[in-house]
């Protein structure tokens, strides 16, 4: 808490609690800033926020209110400054992790290593995670600048040392990380994806690369070099730029990769064996960028080598389920056309009879990718159950249609319902076969109209495994 004369140019004494933008989770004695959206202006719920208990509004245009009004020139730009005022932040190193795919993999790994020698927290599609086992939802990858703030407080207060955390592209374009300085910035690939946000490719890249202009001068940009983007982002970099990849001059150099997640680092002259359980060229980068990050931090690469060894899946990416079925399941959030062709040609290279997937896509957003996903499935995979995802306000058929328009391919089946899809594909998986249920990942959610439902993938497995398990019994 702060008082509202000590942080603003009020002269009022009130007690502060936090800062919000969202009039629905305005709480007793909360400042609200009527921030402008994307889609709104946020001076329409001044009422609303007062009645929640807002102490004060903060404002950029003339009106009204039975609360003390503090007048500024921007209210998004004031967001950032008050932010940076109420809440303390100072010395805490932060670690960013950008790029189209392998964001929450990345930060997930490098938030492991790190815990095993210093208090971690993570940020991200999968959450806030502190060390000591607390963790809640974010609504966002990127959390919204007033939520970020108030976490940071906490991972400092609970005595954490670094926070490692996804950073959208979107987050990036809409200064939702503020004024944070990152200790270390991560590029792990760009491929075509969010260009409902972005204005084109070029704002895309401009967006992650803004990530690297937020790197401490004594800090660390670590890059991808084998990604095709890579030397747009470069110039961009601030502190010392590390590379990592598959060509000799990279800092850690990739080479000798096995088809069982070995592989070798070259490291000023060394070579350092690897092994990771984690499948698939894309993932053996997740794992070369988090052992450079660590490392680049002070800690000791052989121990790091030992401890990424142990880390066989990440929540949601890349997970194997075993209900003791004699065939895989396999769980993971790819949902552009480079993670689905990464994935399938992973899973390809498995012992297996048939790989069948089901797959959706976003509703109310980039439906030019839908056919380069359509294509990739269809060619990869023996069959396919194409069904919702997260359809918000579009038709499921349409979506559909997008995914297979542009294939001649026949090895498809169409499910609407996603519970009844992912049942259908458990049902005719035969042994040796891999089901890959594709698109979610750990989501917790439906996007429906306008609504997120309550819905995850993973409780429909459970419950078709329940379900058979109890037919089988009578």
Do not use: W
């Not at 329409?44 to 007062?50: C, D, K, L, T, V």
């Not at 300085?181 to 967006?207: A, C, K, P």
């Not at 000798?256 to 997640?261: A, H, R, V």
């Not at 594909?425 to 609504?451: C, F, H, T």
Request: glycine share 6%; with cysteine; charged share 25%.
């Amino acid at each position: 808490m702060k008082k509202l004369n000590e942080f603003t140019t009020s002269s009022l004494p009130l007690e502060i609690k936090n800062i919000k933008i969202d009039s629905r989770k305005v709480e007793q004695g909360d400042l609200f800033v009527c921030i402008h959206g994307k889609n709104c202006d946020h001076h329409e719920f001044i009422s609303s926020a007062i009645k929640k208990g807002a102490s004060a509004i903060v404002v950029d245009k003339e009106v009204s209110s039975s609360v003390p009004i503090i007048q500024v020139e921007n209210t998004n730009q004031a967001l950032i400054e008050l932010c940076e005022k109420f809440y303390d932040v100072s010395n805490l190193s932060l670690i960013g992790v950008t790029g189209t795919d392998g964001k929450t993999t990345t930060s997930t790994l490098i938030y492991h290593l790190m815990n095993s020698f210093y208090k971690t927290a993570y940020f991200g599609t999968n959450g806030f995670h502190l060390s000591n086992g607390e963790k809640g939802q974010l609504e966002n990858t990127t959390p919204l600048i007033d939520d970020l703030y108030r976490l940071l407080e906490k991972v400092k207060k609970t005595n954490h040392q670094y926070a490692v955390m996804e950073v959208s592209s979107e987050a990036l374009k809409y200064k939702r990380v503020g004024d944070l300085s990152f200790t270390i910035g991560i590029l792990t690939n760009i491929t075509e994806d969010h260009l409902d946000v972005h204005q084109g490719m070029e704002d895309y890249i401009l967006s992650k690369a803004k990530l690297f202009e937020r790197v401490k001068e004594d800090g660390y940009s670590i890059i991808n070099l084998d990604d095709e983007h890579a030397q747009e982002i470069i110039p961009h970099c601030h502190g010392q730029v590390f590379t990592y990849g598959q060509t000799p001059e990279c800092h850690f150099y990739i080479h000798d990769i096995k088809e069982n997640g070995e592989f070798i680092i070259t490291y000023q002259g060394k070579d350092y064996p690897v092994k990771t359980p984690l499948i698939g060229l894309y993932n053996i980068y997740n794992v070369t960028s988090s052992l450079l990050a660590c490392t680049l931090l002070g800690l000791p690469l052989v121990k790091l080598i030992e401890k990424v060894a142990l880390i066989n899946h990440i929540d949601g990416r890349g997970e194997f389920l075993d209900y003791g079925q004699p065939y895989q399941i396999f769980l993971d959030y790819a949902h552009t056309e480079n993670a689905l062709s990464q994935v399938l040609t992973a899973l390809k290279r498995k012992e297996h009879q048939k790989l069948i997937v089901v797959l959706g896509s976003a509703g109310g957003r980039e439906k030019e990718k839908r056919p380069k996903m359509g294509n990739v499935v269809l060619e990869n995979a023996n069959m396919v159950v194409f069904t919702m995802d997260d359809p918000r306000n579009e038709n499921v058929f349409d979506i559909i249609r997008d995914l297979i328009k542009e294939s001649k391919k026949m090895n498809y089946v169409i499910i609407v319902n996603r519970k009844d899809a992912i049942f259908y594909a458990l049902s005719i998986a035969k042994e040796n076969d891999i089901v890959a249920i594709l698109g979610k990942g750990r989501d917790n959610y439906m996007a429906i109209e306008n609504k997120k439902i309550p819905y995850s993938d993973i409780d429909v497995i459970e419950l078709f495994f329940k379900e058979k398990d109890k037919k089988e019994s009578n």
